[in-house]
């Protein structure tokens, strides 16, 4: 049964820094692509960075770009996302996941039926 539980959300003003952090288990952590996704309120789920098993390829959506870098400790089963220069519209809630590059993009591990943790809130104020 797969679990996964976020942690390290918060309020920052415009221009600061959070470090979320995800434990996830339920499957051999080491031989999977991780990622994060967000939902910020009124809008669908999005997907934000992955990073391949070992840890050697990493994606970012276009709107993340320079300012959040995604990492794993495949030793603690955790995937970390750095978030930098954050932005009110980076306010969200995040989640990470088991996940697969489709053609239609990212895509956690199961679908529409995958199993998601409760989230990370993040908000950002101007």
């Known amino acids: 049964q797969v679990q996964l539980v976020e942690s390290g959300g918060g309020s920052v003003q415009a221009g600061g820094s959070l470090r979320l952090s995800c434990l996830a288990s339920?499957?051999?952590?080491?031989?999977?692509?991780m990622g994060w996704f967000r939902q910020a309120p009124g809008k669908e789920r999005e997907f934000v960075a992955s990073?391949?098993?070992?840890?050697?390829?990493?994606y970012y959506a276009d709107f993340v770009k320079g300012r959040f870098t995604i990492s794993r400790d495949d030793a603690k089963n955790t995937v970390d996302l750095q978030m930098n220069s954050l932005k009110p519209e980076d306010t969200a809630v995040y989640y990470c996941?088991?996940?697969?590059?489709?053609?239609?993009?990212?895509?956690?591990?199961?679908?529409?039926?995958?199993?998601w943790g409760q989230g990370t809130q993040v908000f950002v104020s101007s």
């Open positions: 990073i391949s098993f070992g840890g050697v390829t990493t």
């Open positions: 339920g499957r051999a952590f080491s031989s999977y692509v």
């Open positions: 996941n088991f996940v697969f590059r489709s053609s239609g993009g990212w895509r956690p591990l199961g679908g529409d039926s995958a199993s």
